[in-house]
C-alpha cells in the first residue's frame, strides 16, 4: 500500500445569486505522495514523473513553476504565511497530466508535520489565463474530521466573481474518500460554492486505464467544461468582471 492514492468522484458547482445555476460532472484525482512520485513513475506503466506518460506527475507544474524541489517549494510558502515546523509528508490532490496536457483549478498540498499531524493546507488556484495563487492556511485542529479554513479572495478566477469575497474550506483529508469545498461569500452571504467528493482506488495501472476509459481527456473536458459553463452564465446575463492580472502569485 502506498499513500498515493486515485479518487474518482464528482465535482458540483452550485451559484445562488443573481442567477441560479450548478453544473455537475464526474472527474478523477490523484493523490500524490511527494516521497513516492519518482518510485510510482519507476514501477507504473500507465503513470509517469516528469516526462511523457498516458498519465503523468510534473514538478514544473505546481509551486513557482520553476521545477525546483515541490517539498523545498513547500517550506518556503509555509515559512512566508508563518507556519515553521519539521515537515514530514507532503501530498497533492491534484488532476494528472493526460497525454501531456494538464489544468487544475485547484490543487490542495496537504502538508504534514513528522508525526504525521496535518500543519498546514496549501490552496493552489490556476486560473484559464495560466496565472496562480497559493493560500497557505495553518491547521488549527489537526484531528478535526473537517478542516475549516478561511481567507479573503486575492487571486482573479472567474469574469463572473467579484475579487472582494472570501472563501471558506471545508475539507476532508484524503481517506478512503475525499471531500473539498469552497464557499465565495459577499457581505450578503454565500454566492457560489465548488465541491469534490471521491473515492479512494489504489493506485494501479488497472485504476488509471479504467479512470481514463471512463473519463478520456480529463484535463481538456475540463477546461471546455469552464468556457461552455462561461457561456451559460454570460447568456444568462450575469455581468463581467474586467481581468485583474495578480500583483503576486506565489502566497
Known amino acids: 500500500m502506498t499513500a498515493s492514492a486515485l479518487y474518482r468522484g464528482i465535482v458540483v458547482h452550485r451559484r445562488t445569486r443573481p442567477r441560479r445555476h450548478h ?20 514501477r507504473l506503466r500507465l503513470f509517469a514523473h516528469n516526462r511523457f506518460g498516458v498519465t503523468a ?11 525546483r524541489p515541490l517539498r523545498t517549494q513547500a517550506q518556503e510558502m509555509l515559512a512566508r504565511a508563518g ?14 497530466r493526460v497525454l501531456g496536457h494538464g489544468f487544475n483549478p ?25 496565472e496562480r495563487h497559493s493560500y497557505v492556511i495553518a491547521v488549527a485542529d489537526p484531528h478535526a474530521p473537517i478542516i475549516r479554513q478561511r481567507c479573503d479572495k486575492r487571486f482573479y478566477v472567474s469574469p463572473f466573481l467579484d475579487l472582494d469575497l472570501v472563501y ?33 482506488r489504489a493506485l494501479t495501472d ?19 467544461a469552464i468556457h461552455v459553463e462561461a457561456l451559460r452564465l454570460w447568456l444568462k446575463r450575469i455581468d463581467v468582471r474586467r481581468h485583474v492580472k495578480p500583483v503576486e502569485t506565489k502566497g
Not at 472527474?27 to 518510485?39: G, K, N, R, S
Not at 514544473?60 to 513553476?65: A, E, F, K, L, P
Not at 475539507?171 to 479512494?200: N, Y
Not at 488509471?208 to 471546455?224: D, M, S
Request: glycine residues 8%.
Open 23 to 42: 453544473l455537475r460532472y464526474r472527474i478523477f484525482q490523484m493523490l500524490i505522495d511527494l516521497d513516492e512520485v519518482a518510485a510510482l513513475g519507476d
Open 57 to 67: 506527475f510534473h514538478d514544473r507544474d505546481y509551486g513557482d513553476r520553476s521545477g
Open 83 to 96: 507556519v515553521v515546523a519539521p515537515l514530514g509528508a507532503i501530498r497533492l490532490l491534484t488532476m494528472p
Open 106 to 130: 485547484l490543487t490542495i498540498w496537504f502538508c504534514h508535520a513528522q508525526d504525521g499531524l496535518l500543519v498546514a493546507l496549501i490552496h493552489e488556484v490556476t486560473n484559464t489565463f495560466d
Open 168 to 200: 471558506d474550506f471545508a475539507i476532508r483529508p484524503p481517506g478512503e474518500g475525499v471531500a473539498t469545498a469552497v464557499t465565495a461569500s459577499d457581505g450578503e452571504g454565500a454566492l457560489m460554492v465548488a465541491r469534490f467528493e471521491g473515492e479512494r
Open 206 to 224: 488497472r485504476t488509471i486505464l479504467a479512470a481514463c476509459l471512463a473519463h478520456p481527456l480529463l484535463t481538456v473536458k475540463v477546461v471546455a
